[in-house]
C-alpha cells in the first residue's frame, strides 16, 4: 500500500463494463484519474471511442473494447486484452445493464430474459472469468459489482431489473467465501445518481433539468434526503473499492449517492417464535399477527419527500 495515498491506483488495471457513458464513464474516468489502466467497454463504437479519448486527454490510459456484455466469449475477451494491453487485472467492475420495464402482467419473457442475460448473468460471466485471472496471478484483487436500491427493496415495474439486482448482491456474499483465501474481495454497491432513468421521477425531473440549465449543484433535500447527486459522486466508493485501502472489506453491500455513504444491512430475521411440535395453518393464522407479523417490513423505494410538495 501506497502510505502516503493509499487509494493510489499507479500499477493497477481495471474493466468497466457498460462504462461509454453515465455512471460506467464517471466510474472509468475515476479510476483513470487515480492512476489505473482502464478498459472501457460499450456496445457503441462511436460512445466509447470518445469515452477513450476523454480519458487519454486528461492524461487517463484506457482502451475500448465493442461488445455486449452476458456472454462468456464477451468476458474473456475483456479480461485478455486487459492482460494483453497493460499486463495484468487488478479489478472488474460490472455496470453493464438495460432496463426493459413493465409491470408483471405486461412483461414478456424476451423483457425478462434480456436485462436479466445482461446484468445477472454478465455480472456473472465478467466476474468468473476475472477471478480465473486474479488467481493465476496470485496477488488477489477487486471484484466490484453493481447493484441497486430496486434489488434491495423491489420497484414497481422492474420484475426482471430487481430479481437481477438482488442477485447480485447475493453473488457478491458468495464470492466473498470463495475468493477470501485468493485475497480476491466482493462488494455491491449501490448507487443512487441522476441518470437518463431517475430523470423520468417525477419528483426528480424539474430539479435535475434546472441544475443542468443553470450550471447549479442538485438541491440540499435530493442530496441529502434522497442520498441523490451526479454521477460523478458515486465515483470515490469505486476508487475506494479498487485501492489497497479496502483489503479488509468484502461481502457487502455499499450504498452511495449525493451526500450520502451508507451500510446496506444483510437480510436476517427479524421476528421469531416457536409452537410446541411445529405450526398448522390454524396456529400461524391464530399467532401470526400479534406475533411474527406484529410489525411487517415495508417494500419498494421509499416515494421522494419533496419539500413543499
Not at 453493481?146 to 448482491?169: C, D, E, H, L, M
Not at 467465501?177 to 485468493?182: F, G
Amino acid at each position: 500500500m501506497n502510505l502516503s495515498n493509499p487509494v493510489d491506483l499507479s500499477g493497477k488495471v481495471a474493466v468497466v463494463t457498460g462504462s461509454g457513458r453515465g455512471l460506467g464513464l464517471a466510474y472509468s474516468r475515476a479510476l483513470a484519474a487515480a492512476g489505473a489502466a482502464v478498459v472501457v467497454n460499450d456496445v457503441d463504437p462511436e460512445t466509447l471511442e470518445q469515452a477513450v479519448a476523454g480519458i487519454a486527454e486528461t492524461g487517463g490510459r484506457a482502451i475500448g473494447v465493442t461488445a455486449p456484455v452476458g456472454e462468456t466469449d464477451t468476458a474473456e475477451l475483456l479480461v485478455s486484452r486487459a492482460v494483453e494491453s497493460f499486463g495484468r487485472l487488478d479489478v472488474m467492475v460490472t455496470n453493464a445493464g438495460i432496463l426493459r420495464d413493465r409491470v408483471l402482467w405486461k412483461m414478456t419473457d424476451d423483457d425478462f430474459d434480456a436485462v436479466v442475460e445482461v446484468h445477472l448473468r454478465g455480472t456473472f460471466t465478467c466476474a468468473r472469468a476475472a477471478a480465473v485471472r486474479m488467481r493465476e496471478q496470485g496477488e488477489g484483487g477487486r471484484l466490484i459489482l453493481i447493484g441497486s436500491p430496486a434489488g434491495q427493496r423491489g420497484n414497481f415495474g422492474q420484475t426482471n431489473y430487481a430479481a437481477a439486482k438482488a442477485g447480485i448482491v447475493a453473488m457478491a456474499r458468495t464470492w466473498a467465501m470463495e475468493l477470501a483465501r485468493s485475497a480476491v474481495t466482493v462488494n455491491a454497491v449501490v448507487p443512487v445518481a441522476a441518470t437518463e432513468m431517475t430523470r423520468t421521477i417525477p419528483a426528480f425531473a424539474h430539479a435535475i433539468e434546472e441544475a443542468e440549465r443553470t450550471g447549479s449543484p442538485l438541491p440540499a433535500w435530493m442530496r441529502e434526503d434522497e442520498g441523490l447527486g451526479t454521477v460523478e459522486d458515486v465515483s470515490g466508493l469505486i476508487t475506494f473499492l479498487a485501492s489497497d485501502a479496502s483489503g479488509d472489506i468484502t461481502g457487502q453491500a455499499i450504498g452511495i449517492g449525493g451526500d450520502r455513504l451508507a451500510l446496506w444491512a444483510h437480510p436476517t430475521e427479524k421476528t421469531v417464535a416457536y409452537a410446541d411440535k411445529g405450526w398448522s395453518a390454524e396456529s400461524i393464522a391464530e399467532r401470526w399477527h400479534g406475533e411474527v407479523g406484529a410489525e411487517p417490513e415495508t417494500y419498494g423505494i421509499p416515494a421522494p419527500a419533496v419539500p413543499g410538495a
